[in-house]
């Protein structure tokens, strides 16, 4: 694989993204109290402008992805019943986006999105949504978020869900990442590990791995010594994507629950770990509060080990909620092109850099990360694999405007395509809908008929990318 990426001491950073001459003025408008919750504790949250003309070394990355986290799921974000004090306090210490969204509905095309820059549909293994079977997965010649970032001189590190693939063919090691510590499979019973085939899936490189204690507690604890870690002047990416609050719905200390589930996977069951029987709104609300929690100790770790000023730590989910999830206001859920199957909280950090309890309503997308952290770091796509995301350092480093584009999606028998306020959306009924998300982000107030011309505008660009994506395998 070749890699274009250039090497840069961290010293000299500053002046690769960290100065420019003219800041743009954003003129980001505030939106109402009511539809936009302040962050807890934060009445000063204001909307995004760009500490332009600060210098600073390259950072480190702490990439963290919840799994099938709500939009709504956190407190900052409006959650009347769940409580999120870590993550709300990142929230306070950066930027909290409100109109940010993955790349797609489930769980593997979404890491795709991240790990390529691209649209899922064009790689095969994006195809799949999400990866069930040993048949796709990531292209290890294909140059990933690691792979380029580590061509310019990072330390990569992958600690927690893969769903990019299976061994023999692929693996983190494969595509980028130095290390990697976690399961290759899209979900596994917390204490066991046993995934959806009853295989166990714990794994150190290429390894198994044997630890039978909780599982959100063993990738805590990994994570916590990686950042703590000496790693002398070299920054580092680590990818920490958590399993919760993945079903199956077990708690920490639920090994009764636990026992039940195991016995159903080994008599052959084979949707035991969908858990159809079992959760609840309180059970859920347990899962997103330890992994506040769990997060919360990570971040300690990074603030002991003196690194966090130099730290950019990103936070959001791999898709939208599912079936406990709280979304309101928005419609739809996990592997829908609903707002709530995309739409997912996000949050970035980087006290170097950002001005602290800020807040965006900039519509932006998975790929759109890749890009921005590529730039950040100092690593230049692979120019055989144009980006499909658009990188965001000058919006958050150099005060400059984010011009108007479309973001697309595509999964089977749906699709969507959002440019401004404006959404295109055809549901499985295959009826073309258009929606103004500025008057109504719940989806209801279809303005196809009042609107024909932007519907078919739309319309065209949702085909025009088509045509240049892998077609689904019959």
Same mark, same amino acid.
């Given at each position: 694989m070749s890699s274009h990426a250039s090497k840069l001491s961290r010293r000299a950073f500053g002046g690769v993204v960290g100065a420019s001459a003219t800041v743009a003025a954003l003129g980001t408008a505030a939106t109402p109290a009511a539809a936009t919750p302040a962050v807890a504790d934060a009445p000063q949250e204001r909307p995004f402008r760009a500490a332009a003309g600060r210098r600073s070394r390259r950072p480190n990355i702490l990439f963290i992805l919840g799994d099938d986290l709500g939009w709504a799921d956190l407190s900052s974000y409006g959650a009347p019943h769940i409580r999120t004090p870590h993550l709300d306090r990142l929230a306070r210490q950066g930027v909290r986006f409100t109109d940010a969204y993955s790349g797609s509905a489930t769980c593997s095309p979404t890491r795709f999105s991240l790990y390529t820059g691209l649209y899922p549909g064009r790689t095969k293994g994006g195809l799949a949504e999400p990866i069930a079977d040993r048949s796709a997965g990531l292209d290890p010649n294909h140059p990933t978020l690691a792979s380029l970032l580590r061509g310019a001189g990072y330390s990569t590190a992958l600690i927690g869900k893969w769903h990019c693939g299976y061994l023999p063919d692929y693996s983190p090691t494969r595509s980028g990442w130095d290390e990697f510590f976690g399961n290759f499979g899209g979900a596994l019973e917390y204490y066991s590990k046993l995934g959806l085939g009853g295989e166990y899936d714990l794994y150190e490189g290429d390894a198994e791995y044997k630890d039978l204690r909780y599982y959100t507690r063993i990738l805590t604890e990994r994570a916590s010594e990686y950042v703590r870690r000496d790693h002398g002047d070299t920054p580092w990416l680590l990818n920490l994507n958590f399993t919760t609050p993945h079903w199956p719905w077990i708690a920490d200390g639920d090994e009764e629950v636990s026992a039940e589930v195991v016995r159903r996977i080994k008599a052959g069951d084979r949707r035991a770990l969908f858990h159809?029987? @079992?959760g609840s709104v309180e059970k859920y609300t347990e899962m997103v509060e330890d992994l506040d929690r769990s997060v919360g100790q990570v971040l300690a770790a990074l603030r002991e080990s003196g690194q966090e000023r130099d730290t950019l730590v990103f %936070?959001? +989910?791999?898709? $939208? $909620? /599912?079936? %406990? +999830?709280?979304?309101?206001? *928005?419609? $739809?859920?996990? +592997? +829908? *092109?609903? /707002? @709530? @199957?995309i739409r997912v909280p996000t949050i970035v950090r980087w006290p170097a850099r950002f001005d602290a309890g800020q807040v965006s309503h900039e519509p932006v997308f998975t790929p759109d990360w890749t890009a921005t952290l590529l730039e950040i770091g100092g690593a230049r796509p692979d120019p055989a694999y144009p980006l499909d995301g658009t990188s965001l350092a000058g919006y958050l480093l150099r005060g400059e405007e984010l011009a108007e584009r479309d973001l697309f999606w595509r999964v089977r028998g749906e699709r969507a395509v959002r440019r401004g306020d404006w959404k295109y959306y055809r549901g499985k009924d295959g009826k073309d809908r258009l929606f103004d998300l500025s008057a109504d982000r719940r989806e209801q107030a279809d303005r196809a008929a009042d609107e024909p011309e932007r519907l078919a505008g739309l319309k065209a660009v949702w085909e025009r990318v088509d045509k240049g994506l892998l077609p689904y395998p019959a």
């Open positions: 159809d029987d @079992g %936070f959001a +989910s791999d898709n $939208g $909620g /599912e079936r %406990f +999830s709280y979304n309101w206001p *928005l419609s $739809g859920n996990k +592997s +829908s *092109l609903q /707002e @709530g @199957g």
